[in-house]
């Protein structure tokens, strides 16, 4: 169950800043879609990772759950004064979760680095992975 703790806190955190009317940032769609990717890509690792063993079956139920997630919030937006749904935004987050977690899965470097422990007891870094 502590592994759920950082996408829940991630998810509340969208929750939060999508109910409200105004968001502060810069007025550049561009920018927004490389938001919407790069958040959802996160929280796609990170509910990847709520498990020890990251099956492809898993992986796939990851990615659903961070596309279905990013499709509700766009949903609830509708609802939001001043907010309107933009499936361009589900697109790009659901892009990203996927990209991520694909890489995840294929490139052990990718994975490797994401599982990177900064530092240990001894001072050194040292992988997850190898413990």
């Not at 900064?118 to 992975?129: D, V, W």
Request: proline content about 3%.
């Amino acid at each position: 169950m502590k592994r759920w703790i950082w996408p829940l806190i991630l998810a509340g955190t969208i929750f939060m800043a999508s109910g409200s009317s105004s968001i502060v940032g810069p007025d550049i769609v561009s920018i927004d879609k490389v938001a919407h990717f790069l958040i959802f890509g996160l929280i796609g690792i990170l509910v990847l990772r709520c498990r020890k063993s990251v099956t492809w079956k898993w992986a796939i139920c990851a990615f659903l759950i961070t596309s279905g997630y990013g499709a509700f919030d766009e949903f609830r937006q509708s609802f939001t004064p001043g907010r309107s749904v933009e499936w361009y935004d589900w697109y790009a987050g659901t892009s990203g979760a996927f990209l991520s977690i694909f890489l995840y899965k294929v490139v052990p470097l990718y994975s490797k680095l994401l599982e990177m422990k900064f530092t240990s007891k001894s001072g050194q870094a040292e992988t997850a992975l190898n413990n």
